[in-house]
Structures are given as C-alpha cells and as structure tokens.
C-alpha cells in the first residue's frame, strides 16, 4: 500500500509531468539505461569474451566493421589489433568506465556532504578550516588533482600491485577532486536550514548534533546535491577515459572506453579508423546523454523555474 501511494504521487507530481512533456529528456533517459544495462549485462549480451583467450583469433585482427569490403558478420565493428570484437570490449569498456564513475561520485558525495554539513552547523574556525581548504582544491583542475593522488599512490605501492588496485587508485582520485563542489552546495544549504524552527527544537530538546544533522537537515539539502552527482557523473567517467587515455588509469587488462580509445589512436592514420572512432562515440553518447538528465534535473528542481 505504502509502495503504491509513493507511485502514484510520483505520476501526478511536477516532476514526472516535467520528464514526459521533454523528448530530449526521454530519450536521454533510454540511452542511459540501455547503456547501463548493456554494460552490467555485457557477458550475457556481448558476442565474445574479449578477456577470454580462447575467443580471441589473432588471425583476424584489424578485420573493419561488418558493412566494409574484408569484414564479417560476426564482427559488426570490427576487431582490434589483438583481434578483439571491438562491440565486446565498448560493452565490457563501458562496464569499467561506469563502474570507476559511480563509485567515485559516491565517495566524493560521503567526503563532501559530511564536510559540508560540518562546516555549515558548525560555523566559526571549523567552517573556515574546511571552506579554505576548498577554496585552495578550487584553484587546481580536476585532472590535475586526480594525476597527483594517482602518482603519489603509485610512488607509495609497490610495483606488483599497480595493476591490482589501478581502479581502486582511480575512483580516490577522481573522488578527492570532486568532494568540494558537494561541501561547498551543502554547506550553503545548512547555513539556511540551521536557523529554521525544527532545528532549533531539536536543540532544546537535547537531540545530539550528528543525529540533528543526519536525520533533520540532511534530507532537506539532498535536492541540489542529486544535481550535481548527476553532473559529476559525466565528468567522472570523462576524467576516466582521459587518465586512462594519457596511460596512468585502469589497466590494459581491464580497458575501460579511454583505454580503447589510446589503443586505436595507434591506428587512426593507418586506415583502421573503428578502433578508436567506435569506443569514442560510445563515450560521447553516454556524457551527452548523462548531461542532459542532469541539466533537466537541475530545472525540475528549482522552484524558480515552475
């Protein structure tokens, strides 16, 4: 019963009226799931096995895509240099790109929602610690942040276990660049929603600080910061693909769209052109189609715009 009231509200509120009445939006909304769903289902759903040597065919590396004169059927875009079913590997590489994305957004959401929410109830030399030391993250790019925390995690491990933990390396870099953006929104937000009557009823009432603010002012600051997750998300797994791209990301065992698409620029000039053009349309669809969900949830929730 519970279950079925929270949908039915769901199909009469301004929310669900705002996402059918936007094409763009419905159609953003597809290609994201059946990418996602393409990528957790990629051993079910991809012809080959690209990890799996006894499903690679040296013999047929460099095949071009199905419709070309030299290729075949089997291999609808072609194969890799490794020969390689190069719709396997964009299936399992989009596996790992979402993968890295995800987890770190999430991470980077713990850091910054509990920096956040500290700085802005606190107040005093607590908020001003945190704010500068975000205010000093801010001055550096992403992508730098994200190259040092890498290097500095592969000048501490040893060398056997670069390969091992390259993802888990990956996700805290992206995570330690994209924390601030998280704390700084909540940090605003529970500045305004400290001086409001509930909380201060709770603090006559004795309630302690971590649970007036986990269980008071948390659920009312989520709405801005679903936004930016969902924003941060595309530029997660395009962080990705770059580190990857430059060399310094997830394995070649375990190639995720940047990996793919640094393989195939070996071979952009010398007419293999679907090794590198495929994997990169492939991310381009997926960060368009994230970033427009984003945007639309960032007007269909701001009252202004109703």
Known sequence: MIVGDFWKRFFDSDLWWSFKSSPVVVIATIV??????????????APFNPFDLAQIDLMASLKPPAWMEGGELQYLFGTDDQGRDMLS???YGSRVSLLVGFLSVIFAMIIGIAAGLVAGYSGGWVDAVLMRIADVQLSFPAILIAL???GVARGLLPNNSHETVAV???????????????????RSSTMVERTKEYVQAAQVIGLPAPLILFRHILPNVMGPVLVI????????????????????GVPPTSPSLGTLIRIGNDYLFSGEWW???FPGLALVILVLAVNLLGDWLRDALNPKLR
């Not at 994201?32 to 759903?45: D, G, H, M, R, Y």
């Not at 990956?170 to 909540?186: E, N, P």
């Open 89 to 91: 590997t964009i299936l």
């Open 229 to 248: 997750a969902t924003i941060q998300l595309a530029l997660a797994i395009i962080i990705e693909a770059t580190l990857s791209f430059l060399g310094v």
């Open 32 to 45: 994201t799931v059946v990418i996602i769903f393409s990528s957790v289902f990629a051993p079910f759903i």
């Open 275 to 277: 090794i590198t053009v």
């Open 168 to 186: 888990y390396v990956l996700i805290v870099a992206i995570a330690l660049s994209f924390w601030v953006q998280f704390a700084r929104t909540v």
């Open 148 to 150: 040092l925390v890498d």
